[in-house]
């Protein structure tokens, strides 16, 4: 899917060079064109840059436990280390606050996909019609 926006920004001049930010863009393929004028001279550039989305998760994959602990405790959580483990066991057992969740799924099947229902209904009515036409009780 292509869509084409125009956005027009300024360069900022800082010392002997121009500077632009143009803040976060979704992932993807861009192009640009860049225009001035130098000496009454119209200037134009074309170019072109992708953005690519940056999983910061795959960079650094150290375990921070100051960060984890700052959460946890933000969060009015706790942070248990792999030496008590255990103890993470009897706070969960101990807490009002969790209880077990029963998940039930149940599937049903009308009678038409029971092949051998139907043709033993089919069979009886038959049967029945039959037995009243040879015996007379209609």
Known sequence: M???R???YNFSKTGNYYLLDIGQLPSGNFTFQANT???GQPQVFNGK????????????LTARHDVLAALSKKFN???YPKE?????ADDILRNPDLKPTIFQTSHSKTLIHFKWLFF???ALLSSEWFMRRY????
């Open 49 to 60: 840059f992708s953005v690519e989305a940056l999983q910061l998760e795959a960079y650094d």
């Open 77 to 79: 959580g706790s942070l």
């Open 6 to 8: 125009e956005y027009k």
């Open 37 to 39: 004028t130098t000496k």
């Open 120 to 122: 033993l209904i089919i």
């Open 135 to 138: 015996y007379g009780s209609y």
């Open 84 to 88: 008590q483990i255990e103890k993470l």
């Open 2 to 4: 292509k869509t084409e």
